[in-house]
């Protein structure tokens, strides 16, 4: 069985854990940007005693046109990533695409991510789950919570049961996600951790023609009601400046509007009797 908790570093996710938020830009547009948002989430987060786990792409292998910006690479990426979990002393995370990048990946990062569109690749989950390290799993728009089950039986059947799962919409129609709370319990049933992807959640997958649009202003309330309806975290893509993000950039919140969105979710989950 996989486990009700899973442990980054000092960090405990699940049941009766406290709330956790895994933040960061979509994709590493520079060393400078990363350090930048890491250190600001990190000093939020402290005052807040909020775990918080850094997350930024080293590729986005899944853009809409050919001419969309990807990110730095492997090796350049995982570098910034180490700068970033040395300088600033938090946990990353990334994705990773192809069953060869798992080892190195897992060399840097504390949280191995498993991208929505590549839920259902044996190859990859497996080689990820053969690292050892933590992996965050998330759900593909075209599942249904239930059919998580199999992403975790690979991962158990290459021997890992650190498993998380993350809700991000599912696709009702062209270009458009909806969000069905009920995948968190239904998921947590499942025996893992359950995240939600509050910015995720309102894209509009190839809504701006070459590229995805999205409409943030519906990511905090998302992530209020997910919070509300029991999450073990919340994944945001976060940046200073969003229109200027290099991917996401319909989606990703505006770094100053953090503060006062984890201030609210923490107090939901105070007034839910969860601890926080």
């Known amino acids: ?30 060393e400078k940007l990363c350090l930048e ?10 005052r807040l005693g ?23 690479g492997l090796e350049r990426g995982l570098a910034v990533l180490a700068r970033v979990k040395a300088e600033v002393g938090v946990p990353v995370l990334s994705d990773v695409h192809l069953p060869t990048e798992a080892a190195p990946a897992a060399a840097v990062l504390d949280v191995l991510q498993i991208p929505a569109f590549l839920s259902r690749q044996t190859d990859l989950i497996q080689a990820a789950a053969r690292t050892g390290k933590p992996l965050n799993i998330k759900k593909g728009q075209f599942l249904a919570p239930w059919d998580m089950r199999l992403a975790v039986e690979k991962a158990e059947a290459a021997g890992n049961d650190q498993v998380i799962l993350t809700e991000r919409g599912t ?3 062209y270009n458009n996600l909806v969000s069905d709370l009920r995948a968190i319990p239904l998921m947590q049933r499942l ?42 975290g919340v994944f945001l893509e976060v940046h200073p400046e969003p229109e200027r993000g290099l991917s996401d950039a319909a989606t ?15 107090r939901i989950r105070e007034a839910l009797g969860a601890e926080a």
């Open 1 to 30: 069985m996989p486990r009700s908790s899973v442990r980054v570093g000092s960090i405990a996710i699940g049941r009766g854990c406290p709330l956790v938020l895994v933040a960061g830009p979509c994709v590493i547009e520079s």
């Open 37 to 46: 948002v890491a250190e600001t989430l990190r000093g939020l987060t402290a």
């Open 50 to 72: 909020l775990p918080f786990i850094f997350k930024a792409s080293y590729d986005k292998a899944n853009r809409s046109s050919l001419a969309s910006f990807r990110g730095p």
């Open 171 to 173: 696709a009702f129609g």
């Open 191 to 232: 025996g893992c951790p359950v995240l939600f992807d509050a910015t995720h959640s309102v894209m509009l997958p190839g809504g701006a023609g070459d590229r995805s649009g999205g409409d943030r202003e519906f990511a905090p309330l998302l992530a209020q009601a997910a919070v509300a309806a029991g999450c073990d």
């Open 252 to 266: 990703m919140l505006p770094l100053a509007q953090v503060p006062a969105l984890l201030e609210r979710l923490l």
